[in-house]
């Protein structure tokens, strides 16, 4: 069990704790432990293992025992009673976006309201907004909330493409050591890095002889739940947290064909093979094949985009948006590359919300590849996660030259902030900016503001002139909060104008901007900055996300703004505010 499993079932227990209305002295224990678990350097249970897990700071007698408990059963006995003697529903509504723990407990204990059904029929009643920090603008809120959240149930269920990629990553590792295996792939929506993803597509070279023991292999796999069907050259399953997988044994003659194949997307297929078709081929899963039916390309993929007159195409790109024309004319864009990424401009740190220092943050991001990073922690009205003074910003620029030197002049380091972009649109520490040497400007209240008071917000805040950047610029989060309602165009005018760029927050959760806003940037000439938004060193490895998306978006390295060494981006910054 990794620490971070820990952390979360630490947190979960002072959840549950709370929810049941246990002292708030030990919930808090339970819950500063799982934070510094979540951010400590070696594994809990190594520390478990030889007795030392109380000298962790925040961890007493009382949470060490759980964790022992933890790491021996895999549970917590005091967790699974409480949960069981939760009403059913209660956690769901606690899930429930704009409602979290503290209301739920709330309309629990003070109106017995424990499902989503009677929540929603409690707020049309308005038999709510009497209750402390309600009104009956809250009420109105929660139903819309709700009307939105079963519209999101009703959907068919994509995953997060960062989920995805790391199940499929298991299942292609799990299979490349299996006897026979020759390659693994995962193709579909995951290999051209669409930002949800419907299923797996897995498929492995292999001879025929070796299918059935592969196939046996990939239904053990330690992820897989349910086996729902079993064939001789296809098995699928469902695996843990509910996704579908598929995979595909294929003869290795055949591996570019059925990669190509089965990659997609499907509109692509149907435009390459209207090509192939004006040249008397044929392309299917098993190869290209002439009109007397001899196979002339398959085994490798590029073959068979070079057997019809085209030239091998990244996946991102194969969404028959125009990449068949490109191919064919020889005009490919080069596109972005996770190595073309010099800086990241957009962090946190322990000094709000993060849960790595500053030191940690630096230092990961070098032995990333990294040459200069920008610290950009929240600023002071975001009280909620410490937002930073004036005074607190001034103590931490000096404790970045500090650590900047420590580098030897190998790694940059900006002393930044994320700015919030307040109601009015007018910026929090106005004032203090023009001592920051990165300004990331973000909304995080008010978001459900209508279109033209909100497009108004943000174009205000470009204009003050102050922001570097424009932080995930919708606040929309994957399957859980829409974006919000803004007039994009208006938007990337105002960043044109002021010479500002626009973030690509990379973090899976979000993917903020999208593949057709950031298309619309290129195409505006706005800037496009590729961030992590990492609020530890782990996360600073979510980039990889951002530039799947990034490379959907056609956008070159030219195009991204932290592909340039740490002297061209001031000399950048020093142009557009002079
Ligand atoms: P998803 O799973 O909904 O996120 O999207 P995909 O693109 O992974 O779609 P999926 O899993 O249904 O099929 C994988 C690939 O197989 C798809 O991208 C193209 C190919 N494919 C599947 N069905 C067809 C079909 O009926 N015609 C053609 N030309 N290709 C297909
Ligand atoms: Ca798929
Ligand atoms: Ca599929
Ligand atoms: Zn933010």
């Not at 070796?210 to 086996?227: H, L, N, Q, T």
């Not at 695996?239 to 089965?262: C, H, K, T």
């Not at 400007?441 to 978001?447: E, F």
Request: net charge negative; charged share 30%.
């Amino acid at each position: 069990m990794d620490n971070l499993a820990v952390a979360r079932a630490l947190e979960d227990l002072g959840d549950l704790q709370e929810l049941m209305g246990i002292a708030t002295f030990k919930v808090r224990a339970f819950r500063s432990a799982a934070r510094a678990i979540e951010g400590l350097g070696e594994s809990v249970a190594d520390l478990a293992r030889d007795g030392k897990l109380e000298e962790v700071r925040g961890v007493g007698a009382g949470v060490a025992r759980r964790i022992m408990e933890l790491l021996e059963t895999g549970k917590i006995a005091e967790a699974e009673e409480l949960r069981a003697k939760l009403p059913p529903g209660i956690l769901d509504l606690m899930n429930l976006p704009g409602i979290g723990l503290k209301t739920a407990q709330q309309v629990w204990h003070e109106r017995g309201i424990v499902t989503i059904d009677e929540l929603e029929a409690a707020a049309k009643a308005g038999k709510l907004r009497d209750l402390p920090r309600f009104g009956a603008k809250r009420e109105e809120k929660l139903i819309a909330s709700i009307d939105a959240w079963r519209k999101r149930a009703a959907a068919p269920k994509r995953r997060p493409l960062a989920e995805a990629m790391i199940a499929a990553e298991a299942l292609c590792d799990h299979l490349r050591v299996v006897p026979g295996v020759v390659a693994c792939e995962f193709a579909g929506s995951l290999r051209r890095r669409a930002e949800t993803i419907g299923d797996l597509d897995v498929l492995v070279a292999a001879k025929p002889e070796d299918a059935a023991a592969i196939m046996a292999a990939f239904a053990g796999a330690p992820d897989v739940v349910e086996v729902l069907g079993h064939g001789e050259t296809k098995t699928s399953v469902v695996l843990d947290g509910g996704m579908q997988a598929d995979l595909r044994v294929i003869p290795p003659e055949s591996w570019g064909a059925a990669l190509q194949y089965f990659t997609g997307s499907k509109d692509h297929n149907v435009a390459m093979r209207t090509i192939a078709v004006k040249k008397k081929l044929k392309v299917s899963e098993y190869g290209v094949f002439d009109a007397t039916g001899a196979k002339i390309a398959g085994e490798d993929e590029a073959s068979v985009y070079e057997a019809i007159g085209l030239r091998w195409m990244p996946p991102e790109l194969r969404e028959n948006r125009g990449e068949i024309e490109a191919a064919a004319e020889d005009r490919l864009p080069r596109l972005v590359e996770l190595e073309d990424l010099r800086g990241d401009l957009h962090m946190h740190t322990t000094e709000t919300d993060g849960k790595s220092t500053l030191e940690q943050m630096a230092e990961a991001a070098r032995a990333s590849g990294r040459t200069y990073v920008a610290i950009t922690d929240h600023s002071e009205t975001l009280t909620f996660v410490r937002g930073m003074s004036r005074d607190r910003l001034r103590e931490q620029k000096k404790k970045i030259r500090a650590v900047e030197e420590s580098f030897g002049g190998k790694m940059r380091l900006f002393a930044g902030i994320e700015a919030d972009i307040l109601g009015d649109g007018t910026l929090d520490l106005d004032d203090h900016l023009g001592e920051l040497e990165w300004v990331v400007g973000s909304v995080h209240t008010h978001l459900g503001m209508n279109r033209e008071d909100m497009t108004k917000r943000v174009v205000r805040a470009i204009e003050s002139g102050k922001i570097d950047c424009l932080g995930h610029p919708t606040g929309r989060q994957l399957g859980h909060r829409d974006p919000s309602a803004l007039d994009i165009e208006a938007v990337l005018r105002a960043l044109a104008r002021t010479g500002a760029a626009i973030e690509l927050n990379s973090s899976p959760l979000r993917l903020d901007v999208d593949e057709h806003i950031a298309r619309m940037a290129r195409d505006a000439g706005v800037p496009v900055v590729l961030n992590s938004d990492a609020h530890s060193v782990r996360e600073l490895g979510f980039t990889r996300y951002g530039v799947g998306i990034a490379r959907r978006a056609w956008l070159t390295k030219e195009n991204v703004l932290n592909t340039k060494t740490a002297d061209e981006l001031q000399a950048w910054r020093a142009a557009r505010r002079s």
